[in-house]
Structures are given as structure tokens and as C-alpha cells.
């Protein structure tokens, strides 16, 4: 039987799991802040955590596999520079949404 891995508690809402096409790493979303994370878990970055995409255009809600080869990304709501919405000011400051 496999227990469950705790891959990182900093991130922002973090949202989905998904084994990268290579099975080197584990791709998660950040809700809040728009991005797609990587977590590695084989290899010689085992353990490090970086950011796969950013600066996305809308709340990125999972991620799953594409048989193509890239990667499905739902997203919850779009964004706009013009019409920026309150979880863009919301993932800068995330002690407010644990109130």
C-alpha cells in the first residue's frame, strides 16, 4: 500500500495533480496565482519545486495530460488587465483568504 505524499504547504491554493508525460515530476495548478507548479520526484531535482507556467490568463481550476504530449488546462474564470478580478489581488496576500 502507498501513503499519501505532502509535496509543499506554501503554495496558493493549490489545485489538481498530475504525473508529467516523463514521470519525472508531479505538475500542479495555483488557482490564485495563475501558474502551473512543478514538483520533481525522481532525478537529480528530486525534492525541488518550480514553476512550470505563469502569468496564465484566467484561474487554472486543474491540469491533465493531453495524449499530444501537452497539457489540458480548465480554467475557472478569465482575467484582464482592464477587469482584473478579486482573486488577483487576492493570491498576493494569502493569510486574508485563510480568515
Known sequence: ????????????????G??????KSVLF???TKKRI????????RKGDLDVFAEKL?????NIR???SGGYWLPFACGRSSDSPI?????GEFPLVRKS
Open 18 to 23: 498530475e504525473l508529467s508525460h516523463d514521470g
Open 65 to 67: 495530460r493531453s495524449k
Open 1 to 16: 500500500m502507498t501513503s499519501p505524499l505532502t509535496i509543499r504547504t506554501e503554495a496558493s491554493s493549490p489545485n489538481g
Open 29 to 31: 495548478s495555483e488557482l
Open 86 to 90: 478579486i482573486a488577483d489581488r487576492l
Open 37 to 44: 507548479l512543478r514538483f520533481h520526484i525522481k532525478g537529480d
Open 57 to 61: 490568463p484566467g484561474e487554472v481550476d
